[in-house]
């Protein structure tokens, strides 16, 4: 039902509200956003939508969508237009794992050492200026960033900010 509704209001433009359940603070809140899309990934279904009129982009995984009301005033006018530029395709393919989800952002600075794959995985995070070696991440699910961090054999090591520091010592 969420998929039909969702689907329904994509492709009429309009506002949808509904119940979101954030894992990370293990609360329901209520959402009202502009839908700009529907995607698959790892394992999980996204809608790709911002919250109000030119903010960012952000994805709500559908399986903790609940209670979705589209909006009905004006049904044969459109809510709102997506911005020329955006590509569905082009947005889900850039997202990790570790931006996905409705935790708050932090910025993550990497030490990265050696070649082969730490060397390629720096290239996906932000130069860090002064710090050659160095990258930045935007990360909302810090125990993927940390799993995904591991995986290097000490090749790569958060420097900030704490909270992450320590969740890859534990």
Known sequence: RVFEQLDGALASRKRVSF??????????????????????LGHNWYLAAREESDGPVKNFRISRISSVEVNAARPAKHDYDIPEGFRLRDHARTRQ????????????????????LAAAAAKLGAPVEGHPSRRCFRVRRTDSFVRWLLSFGGDAIPIAPPTLVSAFRS
Do not use: C, K, N
Not at 23 to 38: A, L, W, Y
Not at 97 to 116: I, K, P, T, Y
């Open 19 to 40: 119940d979101y359940h954030a894992m990370g603070s293990d609360s329901q809140t209520r959402r009202t956003v502009e839908p700009f899309g529907i995607f698959f």
């Open 97 to 116: 794992a570790w931006e996905l989800g409705d935790g708050e952002e932090v910025l993550a600075h990497v030490e990265f050492a050696g070649d082969g």
